[in-house]
């Protein structure tokens, strides 16, 4: 499994990002693709959104309802997450991760990771500027 994204950058509060993650090595539709990131000084991942790549099945955290939006473009192997109305405190690194549907439940995986099932990218920087 490889996951690489891609679309971070510096913006302003009230701007607008969109994350691209990039996936091989694995039969897409048979897993889900979850954005998680880190705080800075934290160690701990937040899982904030899902998609599941078979029928789109999509989660939201509650921080990030209503102003992400998770997408995928099976044909490329891509999930999107457009990211608008950024504030200061989405200021983290973002991660994108594959598990396979097979024994997933999802407010587990937003909530613990899954260590032994998942697969994670690199990451890429958000920074959010007042």
């Known amino acids: 499994v490889q996951l690489v994204e891609s679309g971070g950058g510096l913006v302003q509060t009230g701007g607008s990002l969109t994350l691209s993650c990039a996936a091989s090595g694995f039969i897409f539709d048979d897993y889900a693709i979850g954005w998680f990131r880190q705080l800075p000084g934290s160690q701990n991942r937040e899982g904030i959104s899902?998609?599941?790549?078979?029928?789109?099945?999509?989660y939201y955290g509650d921080s990030i309802r209503g102003r992400f939006t998770i997408s995928s473009d099976n044909a490329k192997n891509t999930v999107y997450l457009e990211m608008k109305d950024l504030k200061v405190e989405d200021t983290a690194t973002y991660f994108c991760?594959?598990?396979?549907?097979?024994?997933?439940?999802?407010?587990?995986?937003?909530?613990?990771?899954?260590?032994?099932?998942?697969?994670w990218g690199q990451g890429t920087q958000v920074t959010v500027s007042s």
């Open positions: 899902m998609i599941g790549l078979y029928d789109h099945s999509t």
């Open positions: 991760a594959a598990r396979p549907l097979s024994g997933l439940s999802v407010k587990r995986w937003m909530y613990s990771g899954d260590p032994g099932s998942t697969s």
